[in-house]
């Protein structure tokens, strides 16, 4: 098999999604420090799950991601702890909360998927050019 494929201990996989989420009520919420905070935080949380993000862009009002996830994870989990954790960071570096989340939603219940295939080239060029006259919103 191609180098492309990644192995699990049963399995070879090449599995990239395209997720696209926002802001609870679509908020301009993601505005200049909160930008360069939540790309740093994205790999992180994605390295947590064994997964990579393979391109990014924050906009004010929604998140491009291109992912690499592995067999084993339903691509719900990972998009859900990804939502959640960052919520959680955003509560407590930019609000000042440190415990007692409940009711803190940074982002909508909701996001748009759709598996890359072969197409990864494509996909990436797409989300690179979301907002061309934006600067520093890719991670």
């Known amino acids: ?20 989420f ?11 420090e909160i ?11 994605a390295r947590q799950k064994e997964c990579r993000i393979v391109e990014g862009h924050l906009l004010a009002d929604h998140v491009h991601l291109c992912i690499e996830i592995p067999t084993k994870y339903a691509v719900s989990s990972v998009i ?8 959680i960071a955003i509560a407590r570096q930019f609000r000042g909360k440190q415990r007692n989340f409940s009711g803190e939603n940074f982002w909508a219940r909701g996001y748009a998927v759709s598996s890359v295939g072969f197409e990864l080239e494509a996909i ?13 919103g890719q991670f």
């Open 1 to 20: 098999m191609s180098e492309l494929y990644q192995s699990l201990s049963h399995s070879k996989w090449d599995c990239k999604y395209h997720v696209v």
């Open 80 to 87: 859900g702890f990804l939502k959640g954790k960052s919520a």
């Open 124 to 136: 990436k060029r797409y989300i690179r050019e979301q907002d061309a006259a934006e600067q520093g």
């Open 35 to 45: 930008r360069q905070a939540l790309g740093p935080i994205f790999h992180e949380l």
């Open 22 to 32: 926002v802001p609870k009520y679509r908020r301009k919420a993601m505005f200049y």
